[in-house]
T-cell receptor, first 115, second 112 residues
Framework: AQTVTQSQPEMSVQEAETVTLSCTYDTSENNYYLFWYKQPPSRQMILVIRQEAYKQQNATENRFSVNFQKAAKSFSLKISDSQLGDTAMYFCAFAPSSGTYKYIFGTGTRLKVLA | DTAVSQTPKYLVTQMGNDKSIKCEQNLGHDTMYWYKQDSKKFLKIMFSYNNKELIINETVPNRFSPKSPDKAHLNLHINSLELGDSAVYFC???????????FGEGSRLTVL
C-alpha cells in the first residue's frame, strides 16, 4: 500500500527567508505523480507544484521548488522569499499514473510565516 | 466560472438527521471524488466515480451514499448523522493527463 509521510507537523519561518518542508512516500509503482497542495485559512485546496516521477528535473513554480529524489522516495518543497500569504497547511500527495485514481495525502505541515 | 462547486458550504444539523451535499464540475473531467477532512486536517478519500461508475469505496459506513447522475455531478447523501460525521467534506475532480486534483471549496458539516 502507498503511504505519504510528512514528519513536520508545524514549522515557522521569518518573512523573506527560505523554508523546506519534508515529504517521504512509499510505493512499488514506477510511474506516478507527486503534488504539494496548500490550504490557507479559507480552507480552499490550491495546487502549489506538481512532479511526474519519470522526469528527473525538479519542478519549479516561481518561489516554489521541489527536491525530488526518486530512489530515496523523497519529495521536499522549498519556499524561497517567504511571504505572509504563504501561511497555510501544506499537504504532500501521491497518485499513481496507472489510472487507479487513488490519491494519498500526507498529514500536513502547518507553516506560519512571521513578520 | 467556478470549476468545482459544492453546496451548501455550511450545514448544522442534529444527530439522527439526513443531509445531502451536491457537487458539480464544469471541467469536463471523467473522475470525481469525495474526501473527508477531520478536525486534525487529515484528508481521507471516501469515494471515487469514473464516468458515473463507482471505482473507489473506502470502508465508509453504509449511511454514506454517493450518487453520480452524470459525469459532471457527484452528490453525497448521509443518513442518520452521528457526532463523528462532523468534518469538512471536499469534492474534487482529476485532470486525466496531468493528474491534478481540482477541489471544491468544501462543505463544513457540524452535527450537534
Amino acid at each position: 500500500a502507498q503511504t505519504v509521510t510528512q514528519s513536520q507537523p508545524e514549522m515557522s519561518v521569518q518573512e523573506a527567508e527560505t523554508v523546506t518542508l519534508s515529504c517521504t512516500y512509499d510505493t512499488s509503482e514506477n510511474n506516478y505523480y507527486l503534488f504539494w497542495y496548500k490550504q490557507p485559512p479559507s480552507r480552499q485546496m490550491i495546487l502549489v507544484i506538481r512532479q511526474e516521477a519519470y522526469k528527473q528535473q525538479n519542478a519549479t513554480e516561481n518561489r516554489f521548488s521541489v527536491n525530488f529524489q526518486k530512489a530515496a522516495k523523497s519529495f521536499s518543497l522549498k519556499i524561497s522569499d517567504s511571504q505572509l500569504g504563504d501561511t497555510a497547511m501544506y499537504f504532500c500527495a501521491f497518485a499513481p499514473s496507472s489510472g487507479t485514481y487513488k490519491y494519498i495525502f500526507g498529514t500536513g505541515t502547518r507553516l506560519k510565516v512571521l513578520a | 466560472d467556478t470549476a468545482v462547486s459544492q453546496t451548501p458550504k455550511y450545514l448544522v444539523t442534529q444527530m439522527g438527521n439526513d443531509k445531502s451535499i451536491k457537487c458539480e464540475q464544469n471541467l469536463g473531467h471523467d473522475t470525481m471524488y469525495w474526501y473527508k477532512q477531520d478536525s486534525k486536517k487529515f484528508l481521507k478519500i471516501m469515494f471515487s466515480y469514473n464516468n458515473k461508475e463507482l471505482i473507489i469505496n473506502e470502508t465508509v459506513p453504509n449511511r454514506f451514499s454517493p450518487k453520480s447522475p452524470d459525469k459532471a455531478h457527484l452528490n453525497l447523501h448521509i443518513n442518520s448523522l452521528e457526532l463523528g460525521d462532523s468534518a469538512v467534506y471536499f469534492c474534487a475532480s482529476s485532470h486525466p493527463n496531468t493528474g491534478e486534483l481540482f477541489f471544491g471549496e468544501g462543505s463544513r458539516l457540524t452535527v450537534l
